[in-house]
């Protein structure tokens, strides 16, 4: 799929004009001789305390770990070198970066949304155009675009942007760099490819409810990096927890390293293969 | 007491590109086209729609930058400026905020107090709204949305409150708009919306002072509304400032039917638009060898056509701006000089600005339209020059050639209007004219002068018109004594 949708596309500014290589070509020819990268910093979650805002750590659970170091080994037996270490210390910025960078532009794009020619317009009669407004949006946005639409509102305003929106991208440019140290092939890593956890926990348990825990709070803290940053990651199935929820394994590379991640991934894909958890089916499938 | 004046003026001018800034949509003229017709989904802010820039419109841009003695960003940002307004169909303009394409240039200008720099702060991108037209018909009011100039590209330039009179203000305005016809990036068309102004105007005790609190005066659609508005709110803040009192901070329109200015924001009700770097675009990267092929693409501007006229063809000032007021003008002047061979460069001037202008202005017919082609001119001007036909007979005959577009030879052959300067035809005619009018010739050689004028005149029309003046003069003269 990637091979048809990568590439430029006249309607979008923001898609490289840069040539498509051929994803598949070198896709089976294993590891040997790359520079896979562990960080610490995607081993805990980092995040402001509700109630002091002092940083807390805290350890991702054994399990999420174990399935990293698992998925490192594998690699070294394959020939890959693995080097442990790296520091990718902006990490933890990437949920605030999120909070804030991703309302701005949620409630800058949900402008059009104004009753004047998009989306629902008040039945009640109104005098004047603020009024129209005011209704409109009041009446037909839900609980969480309206949360985003204040929090994006407060937070790009004139006299709040420098504490928080301009921040934000300073913080960006920071976590950008972080990725830029580790694969700069004239850096301290050199590494083709940084592999982390996908997730800090295994999958949400079918009953569970947003916000039971911090860790479900921060479950998008791993991934938001390669956004914020703008570089390629994939996530692959290594195995299950012992509560038999799935876990999965992140590798992130430099930009435009699409295929050599896929590489990566497929050589680990095929040297499990044969393991048992890859025969094992979804438990809403199993009847459980 | 007199308060230094200090103005800032921020002109939008329409970018005369074939499509709009952020799609395909061709560019229509407001004033013809139906509303709503020269749209599409981008334009029209359709959710999941992308921008994608106008290569076009980044060109002109760099153009009028390097005309303007800016500096070219070879990277500026698109932003977003949020507010909401039915004319504005995303509920935001992408525009320019932090990183503008073009900064820090300037323009000379001139005016009764001589020359002068009016230093350019920036010139930035972005795209027009639409326009709302407000109806009332049978006491309801309701208004209509034309999404047909949404998305055309602008040009913002702004410049230092370097002005301190309302004729500089005309003078920048006129030069700049000069300028930027010259450079075929605008119509400068302003009766059609293809720039507009706004002004930042305060006053303070004088100059060594710091600037005097600024009001912004918005939407004004000629230069002539804007020098208007000026001159109302300098009154007004010299009266507030006389009485002791302070100017506020706010945004002012101007009303046109009622010939003031009006409060439409104060500071505290300022809009908070909300800048942030347009997530859909990429910073806009220009290519040095790009701005320098644009840079090779420049024409003759006005201001080196004023130097090059005055050192070349020592024409005089008012003649040489009436020449290049007009770039289409200017050339075709220059095409006429380049054949003109004896013709002095300023004759030629003289039978444009003159006779030219004349029946442009007669016929609403522009330099491009005229029949009279450079060389037909020169032709014509040979003919009064080797006094082939005389001044009034040429002027005759270039009347017929604009209207007809025939050439000078054949109207002068078929009028029969070639110029008589044979002495003995002359002199028989002069005769005839002296024994008719014995007591004028009395009177004349009473002492009474003024009678050899009408006596001259009696002589042309007996010629109709066709007698050579010089010759006639002197015969008259000669038989007369
Ligand atoms: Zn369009």
Redesign the interface.
């Known amino acids: 799929m990637l091979q048809v949708i990568a590439g430029a596309d006249?309607?979008?500014?923001?898609a490289t004009i840069k040539a498509v290589p051929d994803y598949l070509k070198d896709i089976e020819k294993g590891v040997a001789g790359m520079r896979i990268g562990l960080s610490p910093d995607y081993f805990r979650i980092t995040f402001p305390d509700p109630e002091s805002g002092e940083y807390i750590e805290q350890a991702l659970p054994q399990e999420m770990q174990d399935a990293v170091y698992k998925a490192a080994q594998v690699y070294r037996e394959m020939g890959a070198e693995i080097i442990e270490d790296v520091p990718m210390p902006n990490t933890r910025f990437g949920i605030p970066i999120y909070f804030v960078i991703s309302r701005?532009?949620a409630?800058?794009?949900?402008?059009?949304f104004?009753g004047?020619?998009?989306g629902y317009r008040t039945k009640q009669a109104v005098t004047d155009?603020k009024e129209m407004?005011r209704r409109s949006r009041g009446e037909g946005f839900g609980l969480q675009p309206k949360l985003r639409i204040l929090m994006g509102?407060y937070v790009?305003?004139?006299q709040y942007?420098e504490q928080y929106?301009q921040r934000a991208?300073k913080a960006r440019t920071l976590m950008r760099r972080d990725f830029e140290n580790a694969f700069d092939p004239n850096g301290k890593y050199k590494l083709n490819a940084l592999l982390t956890p996908t997730t800090p926990t295994t999958a949400f348990g079918m009953a569970d409810v947003y916000g039971d825990s911090v860790m479900m709070q921060y479950a998008d803290q791993l991934t938001v990096p390669a956004n914020h940053a703008g570089v390629p990651g994939i996530s692959i199935p290594a195995g299950f927890s012992k509560d038999g929820l799935p876990i999965g394994i992140q590798l992130l590379g430099a930009d435009f390293s699409e295929a050599s991640l896929l590489r990566i991934a497929r050589s680990y894909e095929m040297t499990t293969e044969n393991e048992e958890w890859r025969k094992k089916k979804p438990a809403v499938l199993e009847g459980k | 007491m007199q308060y230094f004046t200090d103005i800032g003026l921020e002109v939008h001018v329409e970018l005369s590109t074939r499509t709009k800034m952020f799609c395909g949509c061709l560019v229509v003229d407001p004033t013809v086209a139906q509303p709503n017709t020269a749209v599409c989904p981008v334009c029209?802010?359709?959710?999941g729609t992308?921008?994608?820039?106008n290569k076009q419109a980044v060109a002109f841009a760099i153009k009028a930058g390097l005309a303007l003695h800016c500096q070219i960003a070879e990277r500026s940002i698109f932003a977003?400026k949020?507010y909401?307004y039915?004319d504005l169909?995303?509920?935001?303009q992408i525009s320019q905020y932090e990183l503008p394409v073009a900064f820090e240039g300037s323009i000379g200008i001139t005016t009764s107090q001589g020359k002068k720099n009016i230093r350019i702060r920036r010139a930035h991108l972005e795209e027009d709204t639409g326009k709302l037209e407000h109806c009332n018909q049978q006491g309801e009011t309701y208004s209509l949305?034309d999404l047909n100039r949404a998305g055309i590209p602008l040009l913002e330039i702004v410049t230092e409150p370097d002005m301190h009179t309302i004729e500089e203000v005309r003078a920048y305005s006129q030069e700049l708009r000069l300028l930027l016809r010259y450079l075929e990036v605008t119509s400068g068309d302003m009766e059609k919306g293809a720039m507009r102004f706004e002004a930042n105007v305060s006053m303070r005790p004088n100059d060594n002072e710091a600037l005097g609190t600024r009001v912004e005066i918005k939407n004004l659609n000629s230069i002539h509304s804007m020098e208007k508005a000026i001159a109302y709110e300098l009154e007004r803040q010299q009266k507030i400032l006389e009485e002791g009192g302070a100017i506020l901070q706010e945004t002012l329109g101007w009303s046109e039917t009622r010939s003031e200015t009006f409060s439409q924001r104060s500071k505290e009700e300022a809009h908070?638009y909300?800048y942030?770097?347009e997530?859909?675009?990429?910073p806009l990267i220009v290519e040095k060898t790009w701005i320098e092929t644009i840079a090779s693409e420049i024409p003759e501007l006005p201001e080196q056509k004023r130097v090059r006229y005055k050192a070349e063809m020592s024409l005089p000032a008012e003649k040489i701006e009436s020449l290049i007021q007009d770039k289409s003008v200017s050339s075709y002047f220059e095409e006429t000089v380049k054949r003109s061979g004896e013709i002095t460069a300023n004759t030629v001037a003289n039978w444009i600005v003159g006779d030219l202008f004349g029946w442009m202005n007669e016929s609403g017919c522009s330099i491009q339209d005229i029949k009279v082609s450079p060389a037909e001119l020169v032709s014509l001007i040979q003919f009064h020059e080797q006094r082939v036909i005389n001044k009034n007979s040429a002027k005759e005959v270039l009347h017929e050639m604009l209207q007809t577009g025939k050439p000078a030879r054949q109207i002068i052959q078929d009028k029969g209007l070639k110029q008589v300067s044979s002495t003995d035809e002359l002199e028989k005619t002069i005769t005839q004219i002296l024994q008719k009018f014995p007591e004028e010739v009395s009177s004349y050689h009473a002492g009474k002068e003024t009678i050899f004028n009408w006596l001259f005149g009696q002589v042309m029309q007996a010629t109709r018109g066709k007698g050579d003046p010089q010759i006639v003069k002197v015969i008259l003269k000669k038989m007369l004594s």
Do not use: Q, W
């Open positions: 006249k309607a979008d500014s923001t701005v532009e409630a800058s794009n949900l402008h059009r104004d004047v020619k998009y155009l407004y509102m790009s305003a004139a942007s929106y991208l | 029209l802010g359709m959710p992308l921008p994608v820039v977003r949020n909401f039915p169909p995303k509920g935001f949305v908070d909300r942030f770097p997530p859909d675009l990429p």
